[in-house]
Nanobody, 125 residues
Framework: LRLAAGVWGGLVQAGGFLRLSCAVS??????IAWFRQAPGKEREGVSC????????YYANSVKGRFTISSDNFKNTVYLFMNSLKLEDTAVYYC????????????????????WGKGTQVTVSS
């Protein structure tokens, strides 16, 4: 299995936009989740999506601002982050679970099977 994360948009100011991508290889059915970890804080779930039925989950802190979507032809999951806030600054990780059903439970961090490398997102004032 391989998870390759990327960021489009570079440095961003508060109120701006970024797009994260996570390319998946080696799995047929899965859940992909985005987590983030700010300095001195625990890793928290941001959003996740099922590759089977497109079910999604969003943390309350990002609802209405972030959108997760998948391109099953490219086996890539995108996280579109709008109206970014200073508190969105963190290292973002994509992770995969072999069971798409975990989306119904909010993709708990302890249950994820595979992790990609972290991607720094910095929102400036």
């Amino acid at each position: 299995l391989r998870l390759a994360a990327g960021v489009w948009g570079g440095l961003v100011q508060a109120g701006g936009f970024l797009r994260l991508s996570c390319a998946v290889s080696g799995l047929d059915d899965y859940a992909i989740a985005w987590f983030r970890q700010a300095p001195g804080k625990e890793r928290e779930g941001v959003s996740c999506i099922s590759s089977v039925d497109g079910m999604t989950y969003y943390a309350n802190s990002v609802k209405g601002r972030f959108t997760i979507s998948s391109d099953n032809f490219k086996n890539t999951v995108y996280l579109f982050m709008n109206s970014l806030k200073l508190e969105d600054t963190a290292v973002y990780y994509c992770a995969a679970d072999r069971s798409p059903k975990v989306v119904a439970y909010g993709c708990p961090v302890s249950g994820m099977d595979y992790w990609g490398k972290g991607t720094q997102v910095t929102v400036s004032s």
